[in-house]
C-alpha cells in the first residue's frame, strides 16, 4: 500500500544553466549499493515488473517524503517533453559510450506504448491519484524510469489535457529521486538532473555489465546442465527400451517352446486316438458277427449307471457303456463312479471324467472338495508397495553427486511404473509429486553450485 504523497512540497525543475552541477560523491554511490537495495542497481526492469512492485507491493514515498516535481508536461505533449528529455540526457552522457532513448514508435512487445524515445506504460490510480510510468532504455542495458502524478483533472484518470508531473527517478530498480535532486533546494535545472543521471549510469555501468555478464553465464550453466539431464534421461529411456525388448524376446521364445512341447503331446494323443479308433472299429465289426441279444423292458444296473453318468458329462450312453467295456469296468465299479459324481458333482471332477472317456483312460480320481485358492498377494501389489516405501524415503536424499541424483530419479520413474501397473497411481500422486520435486530441487542445488564455483 503507497503511503500519502505530499502534493504541497515540491521541487521545480528549470531549463537554466547557472545552477551549481551535483556532486555525485563516492559516499553517494556506495550507499546506492547498501542496504536493501544492495542489488537494485544491478538488475534490470522491466515496465511490467515496475506495475507491479511499485504499484501494489511497495511504496513509492515514504511518508514524509517531499514530491519532487521535476518535469512538467500534459499527457497529449508527453511525446515533446520525453523528446527534449532525452535529448539532453544523451548530451550529458557525451563521451561515456552510453545513448539513451530508443528509435521505436507504437506498440512494444510487451504491449506497452514507446513514444519520444521512451517507453509509456499504462496509468494506475495510487492512494487516488493517477500514476503513470515512462522508461528510458540505455544502450548499456540499463534504463532510466520517471514516475509521473497529474495534480489536474479528475484524481483516478489522465486525459490528454491532463497535467503530467515527474516526481519520482529510478536507475534500473533503485530509487534515486534524492541523489539526483538537491537537499538543501527547491530549484532545479534540467542540466543539474540530466548530469547527475549520467553520471551515476556511467559509474554503475561496469558493476551492472558484470553482473548481467554473471546472471547470463549461470542462466547458461543452468540450461547445459539440463540439456545433459535431459540428453541422460533419454539414453536411460533407450536403455529401458532395450531391456524390455530383450524380456519381450525372451517370453516369446519361451512361449515358443511351450507351444512346440504342447504340439508334441497333441501329436502323441492323436496317434493314441487314432489306435483306440481302430480298436472299436474292430470290435464293432467283431459285434455285428455275434448274434444279436434280446431286448429286454427293464436297463440293466450297467446301464443305468452308464446314463447317470453320461448325464454329468454330456456324453451318450452308449459312448460311456462302450468306454467301460473297453476298460473292462465292472457295472458295481460304475456304479459307484456315478454315486461319487453325484455326491461331488465339481467342475474339476467332471472335466477327469469327460478326459478319460474321450481318451479311453481309466477311472481317474475323483475329489471331494475344490483346492483353495491362492492367497498369496499378486506381484504387482508387492512391487508397488515397494515403490511406495521408496518415494517416501526419496526426500531424505541430501546429495550433490549428479550421478547418485541421476540414479534416484530412474528409481522414481521405476516406482511409478509399479504403481501404475498395480492401478493405485492416482492415490499416491502426491508422493510422486513431492519425491520429484526434491529431486528437481537437489539438481538446482548442484547447478547454483557449480555457477558459484
Known sequence: MLKTINRNSGFILSSRQDLPAIQITDQIFQDLHSDEGEHFMLESLSLEEFTSTYFYDVPALPEEDLMLEAITSTRSRLAATMRAFVRALNQSLNGTGITAGNDTAGEVEDGTKSIGGANIGRARKVQGVAVMPAQIPLSDGQSITLIFHSPSGNVGTITATDTLVAFRFLLNKRDVTNVVSPANGRDISLKQVTMALSNLIERNTAKFQKAQARQAAVKNEIAVLQEQGDKLEQQLALVDSGDELKASVTSLSQQLNTLNSQATKQEDLNEDLQKQIEIAKSEAEARKQKPVPPVENEPSPFMIAAAAVAARTGHTEDQVAHWADTKNISSDELSELSEKLSAHPTERNVERLKTAIDFGEGIPALTETEPEPDKTPPEADAQAQKAIDYLKGITELDSVDLVEIRNARGAV?????????????????????????????????????????
Open 413 to 453: 520413474r521405476e516406482a511409478i511404473a509399479a504403481l501404475t501397473a498395480a492401478g493405485i497411481y492416482d492415490e499416491n500422486e502426491e508422493l510422486v509429486n513431492t519425491a520429484v520435486q526434491h529431486l528437481s530441487d537437489l539438481l538446482a542445488r548442484v547447478a547454483q553450485g557449480g555457477a558459484a564455483a
